[in-house]
């Protein structure tokens, strides 16, 4: 990081690390994702750095990866335009604080030198420390300008744990159809950054306060805790894209959770995303961590049946107490270590007998006598 600054630094110019590093730096989250801005034009970056990285000139940057991290360094710059929220005119500005003006929220607008002193030209700090979402300038001007940053606002929010300014409450309010020009890709990807986070009830509550969710292609009724995105997806119905693999995952987490149970044979066939997002949401995850558990049990013996087979017969809270119970009586030679036989000795037992007789200790002394 320093190095690259440097470079750009020893040919006369300045520079600074600016947007999102910085402040998660100071939230105290590791970034990959490193901007930089300079009064280097595109072409001066393209003379430094040569052929280490890729130009868009359309957007005076330029892009450089670097083992697990990239760097956008970017000319200072105005955004006279905009069409379809994205800047369709720009033009190069003198200074920092020229740059900083045209960026969406003021805790993004934090630069850092090449000596690691941090520079606050438009209040960032305070708005940081106070947990505040605010846009720089005037809000319903920048957030007209490019739609995306209304979502972007609103995530930031939920992830971060931070509240919108008034302002941006009093936009959701008056311009919410708005949200209607906002690409379904693009809120896609927003929501799944929220749904992957701490605070996703922060989001439906918002939803619900300014009556979003048609605007933004989704429905829903009680949100329960998921696993992960999936299980938060399938509590939804939306016209948002979906891969086909995405809406089979999906589906069948929906289905599960529909039917009020989950057993063992979905256990076996279905992938973790599914059985796990279906457990949270039903609370049904003390069993699934059972099953799992079931996968590691071993014998001291060749057993011809597994405990993933067991699991069809009894519930997966009690099978590694009746898998060891199988073992015992192989080993006492009181049953045939046959597949089939152990199958129909399994659809006899009483299991409140074996879970009283099932004794360690017994097992210990077999072991070692």
């Known amino acids: 990081m320093k190095e690259i600054m440097d470079?750009?630094?020893e040919e006369g110019f300045e520079c600074y690390i600016v947007g999102g590093y910085v402040r998660d730096y100071l939230l105290g989250y590791n970034s990959k994702d490193i901007d930089i801005c300079t009064n280097a034009k595109v072409e001066d970056i393209i003379k430094i750095f040569k052929d280490s990285g890729k130009t868009n000139i359309n957007y005076f940057s330029y892009h450089i990866k670097d083992g697990e991290y990239t760097y956008d360094?970017?000319?200072y710059r105005k955004e006279l335009e905009y069409k379809k929220n994205k800047p369709v005119k720009l033009e190069y500005a003198k200074d920092l604080k020229t740059d900083l003006l045209r960026r969406d929220f003021t805790i993004n607008t934090f630069a850092l030198d090449n000596n690691g002193r941090l520079i606050d030209m438009l209040g960032a700090k305070k708005d940081l420390d106070n947990k505040i979402i605010k846009v720089v300038g005037n809000t319903e001007e920048k957030l007209l300008e490019d739609k995306t940053r209304i979502i972007r606002a609103?995530?930031?929010?939920?992830t971060l744990d931070f509240e919108l300014d008034d302002e941006i409450k009093l936009f959701l309010e008056k311009n919410k159809k708005v949200l209607n020009q906002i690409p379904k890709e693009y809120i896609r990807k927003e929501l799944d950054k929220i749904f992957e986070s701490n605070h996703y009830d922060k989001f439906f509550d918002l939803v619900n306060k300014y009556d979003l969710g048609k605007y933004l292609n989704?429905?829903?009724?009680?949100?329960?805790?998921?696993?992960?995105?999936?299980?938060?997806?399938a509590q939804i119905e939306t016209t948002l894209p979906f891969s086909n693999s995405e809406k089979t995952i999906t589906s069948y987490i929906s289905n599960?959770?529909?039917?009020?149970?989950?057993n063992t044979g979905e256990l076996i066939i279905y992938s973790d995303i599914i059985t796990k997002n279906a457990s949270y949401i039903l609370g049904l995850d003390e069993s699934v961590n059972s099953f799992e558990e079931i996968g590691k049990l071993h014998s001291v013996i060749d057993m011809d049946i597994t405990p993933q087979e067991i699991a069809?017969?009894?519930?997966?809270?009690?099978?590694?107490?009746?898998?060891?119970?199988?073992?015992?009586?192989?080993?006492?030679?009181t049953l045939?270590?046959?597949?089939?036989?152990?199958?129909?000795f399994l659809k006899k037992i009483d299991l409140k007998n074996i879970l009283k007789?099932?004794?360690?200790?017994?097992?210990?002394?077999?072991?070692?006598?």
């Open 312 to 333: 069809k017969f009894v519930d997966v809270r009690y099978v590694k107490k009746v898998y060891k119970y199988i073992e015992r009586k192989i080993m006492e030679g």
């Open 154 to 158: 609103i995530r930031f929010s939920c």
């Open 357 to 369: 007789e099932t004794n360690y200790e017994w097992f210990k002394k077999y072991i070692y006598k």
């Open 256 to 262: 599960i959770v529909k039917k009020g149970s989950i």
């Open 336 to 344: 045939l270590n046959d597949n089939k036989t152990i199958k129909e």
């Open 218 to 233: 989704i429905k829903f009724g009680e949100i329960r805790k998921s696993y992960d995105k999936y299980g938060v997806w």
């Open 7 to 9: 470079k750009i630094i």
């Open 73 to 75: 360094i970017t000319s």
